[in-house]
Structures are given as C-alpha cells and as structure tokens.
T-cell receptor
Framework: QKEVEQDPGPLSVPEGAIVSLNCTYS??????FMWYRQYSRKGPELLMY????GNKEDGRFTAQVDKSSKYISLFIRDSQPSDSATYLC???????????FGAGTQVVVTP | EPEVTQTPSHQVTQMGQEVILRCVPI?????FYWYRQILGQKVEFLVS????????KSEIFDDQFSVERPDGSNFTLKIRSTKLEDSAMYFC?????????????FGDGTRLSIL
C-alpha cells in the first residue's frame, strides 16, 4: 500500500486562478506534513510545513491537513506562470524522521 | 538564505566503478539525509544520519552504499560497484531539529548516470 498518494496531473490553470492540490495518506502515525515545490532539474524547495491538523497560510499559499480523513491540501491563490512546477507532498512521523513523498503533481499556469 | 550545496551537479560513471557524492549541509543543522529520485518516480528515502551514525536506513540502502561525515562540514554518500539501476538524482537534505520541530531542506541534487 502506498503511504502517500498524489495525482501526478498535469494540472493546467489560467493565470490568476486558484490552484488546488491534494494528497491522501495511509499511515495514522504521520504528524508532520510538508509541501515542496520542484522545478525541473532542481531539488525540492520547502513551501509549507505543518504539524497535525489545521490550516496554515503564507502569502498566496494555504496548506490544510485533515487527519481524520488523512487528507492534505495546498491552495495557491492568484497563480502566476512562475508557479509552474511539480508540487510534492510529504509526511513523516517525527520531525527528524524520513519523509514519505507523494508522486508529485505537475502544475502549468498559462498566461 | 543558507542552503544545502551538492557536488558535482552531474556525475557520469562506468558500471562497476565507485562514486562519491558530496554535500555541504546548512551549518547549524544536525540531521542529514540522502534521498534519490529515479526519473519519473517518487523521491525515495535512503538514509538519515545523526551524531556521527546512521539513525535510519531504507531497504534500498544496502551494503553497496555508505555515508560519512569526514569533517565538520561535508556529508558524503559512497556507492561501491555501481549498477545501471543506480542512475538517478540523489538529493542531500538537512534539518536543525534540536531547536524544535524543523523541516528538511534539500540541495539541488547530483544527477548520477551509470553507463
């Protein structure tokens, strides 16, 4: 059973639209949830980091975690062409523990 | 902003040869990690390292792999007798941890091509 599942896309949206990304996970012990952005031939760049359930907002980005349904979401408001990238969700049981990644969703924001 | 740096950016090696991938973690970080990403696949955990010893390793991290912190700044991944299936992007990551819950920060990776 895959521990973190994520639709690989691609997801194409017009500039200015809201991008909605999500993941599901199976391991109830996961406590920490992250979203990373990855440009082509680059490393994962941390976008959002949350502990347990709840919402977190940072600028145009909002992360949501619902532990009861094992569902992780990322919303990008007022999307820009520069947001075009692959977005990876990741989870772990302890803050220092190994990350389990989703497959990544490719997002394309068209001008 | 401090960052994790990895060298080389691209390594081409003949099958059966040994390769060493190098990483300089963020200076005040204490936990170090290696992950790999085979083309078109997920990022996969290989190993974590803390206090000069391996704290966790995956099934992938078999006897052909080893890690070392040879000095106060570098963290290396050695692959002995490389195989074609070792071709992948290898990412180093580090986290601070001891000042509270801190996420892992990644380098831009080394693309390893085995011929």
């Amino acid at each position: 059973q895959k521990e973190v599942e994520q639709d690989p896309g691609p997801l194409s949206v017009p500039e200015g639209a809201i991008v909605s990304l999500n993941c599901t996970y199976s391991n109830s012990a996961f406590q920490y949830f992250m979203w990373y952005r990855q440009y082509s031939r680059k490393g994962p760049e941390l976008l959002m980091y949350t502990y347990s359930s709840g919402n977190k907002e940072d600028g145009r980005f909002t992360a949501q975690v619902d532990k009861s349904s094992k569902y992780i979401s990322l919303f990008i408001r007022d999307s820009q062409p520069s947001d075009s990238a692959t977005y990876l969700c990741a989870s772990t049981t302890d803050s220092w523990g190994k990350l389990q990644f989703g497959a990544g969703t490719q997002v394309v924001v068209t001008p | 902003e401090p960052e994790v740096t990895q060298t080389p950016s691209h390594q081409v090696t003949q099958m059966g040869q040994e390769v060493i991938l190098r990483c300089v973690p963020i200076s005040n970080h204490l936990y170090f990690y290696w992950y790999r990403q085979i083309l078109g696949q997920k990022v996969e955990f290989l190993v974590s390292f803390y206090n000069n010893e391996i704290s966790e390793k995956s099934e992938i991290f078999d006897d052909q792999f080893s890690v070392e912190r040879p000095d106060g700044s570098n963290f290396t991944l050695k692959i002995r007798s490389t195989k074609l299936e070792d071709s992948a992007m290898y990412f180093c990551a580090s986290s601070e941890v001891e000042t509270g819950d801190q996420p892992q920060h990644f380098g831009d990776g080394t693309r390893l091509s085995i011929l």
